[in-house]
C-alpha cells in the first residue's frame, strides 16, 4: 500500500498515493416546503407560553391529548378549520393565566393537568379490588379515559388529563373536578406570541381578532419580519385594508354542512391553512371550502367586483359550495416597483418562494465556506439556475435564462451582489371568447 493518501486542496503532495476529495454532486439545491401555519386561539385547554405542534395526520389522534377535546367537536371548530388544508399547525394558546381544576378523591388529591374550564368536566374515581389493589379512574365528559391498577398512591401516574397527589389511597366514588377557569387574552400574551412565533419557520400566520389594535400589531409584525427580516411570511386577518402584498384580508365567512355559520373571522383559520399548504405553482381562485355548502353574507355583481377592486378576499355560493372568488392580497397601490400582478398570492408565494430558497442555499452552501472568488461565484450561480430550473418544471415561473443571472463581488470583499429577472406565472381566470359566426 503507497504511503501517501487522504484528502487534498492543492495538487503539491509529496509522496506517491491517492489523494480522493469527496464532494456532494449538486444535491443541495432543493425548494423549500409549504404548509405551516401559526395561530394563536384563546382555549379551554391546552398547554400556555409555547406553541402546540400538530400535524395534519395527527390531528385526529392526538387533539384530546393536546388540547382536551376529540377532532371535529365545537370546541376545537376554528383548529378543524385550519386543519382542513395546513400541513401542520403551531397553535399558541392566547389566554393567559386562568386556574386548574381540582378535587380531593379519598385520600387523594386530583389536579387538572392544564387551566381552563374543561378541567371541571373530568372526574377521577378510586375502585378497590379483591387482591388489595386499586383501579384509579380518570373519567372525561362520564366516559373512562385512563385506569391505573395500583397498590400505593406512590405508584399513580399522571395522565393528559390529570395529575395524583397523596400519601395513602382509599376507595371512593367518582369526583367531579371543579374550578378550572381560563386565562384572559391581553396586549402582552399577544407580544408573547408574536416574540415566540418571530422565532419559528412557517408561511403563514393567521389573526382572528376584530379590534383594530390587534390587527395593527400583526400587520406591523409581518411588515417587519418580510421587509426588515427578510422572512417572507403572510398574514390573514378579515376586514383590515392593509394596501400590502404580505396580508390577505378576508371580507365574508361561510355557512357548514352541519349547519354552522362562521364569520369572517372564523373563516381566517381556513384561509391560513389554506394558503400555508398552497404550493408556490399553485392560486386558489375558485377552490371550494372544505366542507362548506354557503356564504353568510351574499353580494352583488358589482359588491364583488368593489371587492376585488379593494384588495378583499372574498368568498361566492356555486351550487351548494362556498369557493374563493380570486386569491388576492391587500395591495391596491400599484407602483413601478409592485405592480398589480403582486396582488395576486400566487405571484407572491412565488417571489417569497424564491426568496427564501436562494437565502437558504447561500446559508447552507456558501456561508463563510466558499471564497468569494469568480470561481466560487459561478458555482453560486450554477446553483441558483438549477433552483431556477427546478422553479421553471413546476410551471411556477416561465422564460427562466442563465443569461439573466449577474453575480459580482460587491463593495466588500466579502460581498456577493446578484441581478437577475424572472418572470413568475399567473393562473387562468379570465376567459375572452370572440365566437364568429358564419
Request: aromatic share 8%; hydrophobic share 40%.
Amino acid at each position: 500500500m503507497a504511503l501517501g493518501g487522504g484528502t487534498f486542496t492543492t495538487q503539491n503532495k509529496t509522496l506517491p498515493g491517492a489523494y480522493i476529495n469527496f464532494v456532494s454532486a449538486g444535491n443541495n439545491v432543493a425548494m423549500g416546503e409549504r404548509g405551516t401555519a401559526v395561530l394563536a386561539l384563546p382555549l379551554n385547554w391546552g398547554e400556555q407560553g409555547g406553541f402546540i405542534a400538530i400535524d395534519s395526520g395527527d390531528y385526529t389522534s392526538k387533539a384530546a391529548e393536546l388540547l382536551g377535546y376529540e377532532a371535529g367537536t365545537a370546541a376545537l371548530l376554528l383548529i378543524t378549520e385550519c386543519m382542513k388544508r395546513a400541513k401542520k399547525l403551531l397553535l399558541w394558546r392566547s389566554d393567559s393565566g386562568g386556574e386548574k381544576a381540582s378535587a380531593t378523591v379519598g385520600e387523594l388529591t386530583a389536579t387538572a393537568v392544564c387551566t381552563g374550564v374543561r378541567g371541571n368536566d373530568i372526574s377521577a374515581a378510586v375502585y378497590a379490588n379483591t387482591n388489595g389493589t386499586f383501579d384509579v379512574v380518570t373519567y372525561v365528559d362520564g366516559i373512562e379515559y385512563d385506569r391505573q391498577t395500583v397498590s400505593a398512591a406512590a405508584d399513580i401516574k399522571a395522565n393528559s388529563f390529570v395529575s395524583f397527589g397523596g400519601e395513602s389511597i382509599a376507595a371512593t366514588a367518582a369526583v367531579k373536578l371543579t374550578g378550572g377557569t381560563n386565562g384572559t387574552v391581553s396586549g402582552k400574551s399577544v407580544s408573547d406570541f408574536l416574540s415566540a412565533a418571530e422565532k419559528e419557520t412557517f408561511s403563514v400566520l393567521g389573526c382572528t381578532a376584530s379590534d383594530s389594535d390587534t390587527k395593527a400589531l400583526y400587520a406591523a409584525f409581518t411588515k417587519r419580519l418580510r421587509d426588515d427580516e427578510g422572512k417572507k411570511i403572510v398574514c390573514v386577518m378579515a376586514d383590515y385594508a392593509g394596501d400590502y402584498e404580505g396580508i390577505i384580508s378576508v371580507k365574508n365567512g361561510v355557512v357548514l354542512e352541519n349547519g354552522t355559520t362562521l364569520d369572517k373571522y372564523g373563516a381566517v383559520c381556513w384561509v391560513t391553512g389554506a394558503s400555508a399548504a398552497a404550493e408556490i405553482n399553485e392560486s386558489l381562485t375558485n377552490a371550494a371550502y372544505d366542507g362548506a355548502v354557503g356564504v353568510d353574507e351574499k353580494y352583488t355583481k358589482s359588491d364583488y367586483e368593489a371587492a376585488l377592486k379593494a384588495g378583499e378576499f372574498v368568498f361566492y355560493e356555486d351550487n351548494g359550495k362556498a369557493r374563493v372568488l380570486s386569491d388576492i392580497n391587500t395591495l391596491v397601490t400599484f407602483t413601478p416597483e409592485k405592480n398589480s400582478d403582486f396582488t395576486e398570492n400566487r405571484c407572491v408565494r412565488v417571489l417569497d418562494g424564491w426568496a427564501n430558497d436562494v437565502a437558504a442555499l447561500f446559508g447552507r452552501s456558501y456561508l463563510g465556506s466558499v471564497t468569494n472568488s469568480e470561481t466560487g461565484r459561478s458555482l453560486f450561480k450554477s446553483d441558483i439556475v438549477s433552483l431556477g430550473r427546478q422553479y421553471e418544471e413546476i410551471d411556477a415561473i416561465s422564460d427562466f435564462s442563465p443569461d439573466d443571472i449577474t453575480i459580482s463581488q460587491g463593495a466588500g470583499k466579502r460581498d456577493v451582489t446578484v441581478e437577475m429577472s424572472i418572470k413568475p406565472n399567473g393562473s387562468m381566470e379570465k376567459l375572452y371568447m370572440t365566437v364568429q359566426v358564419n
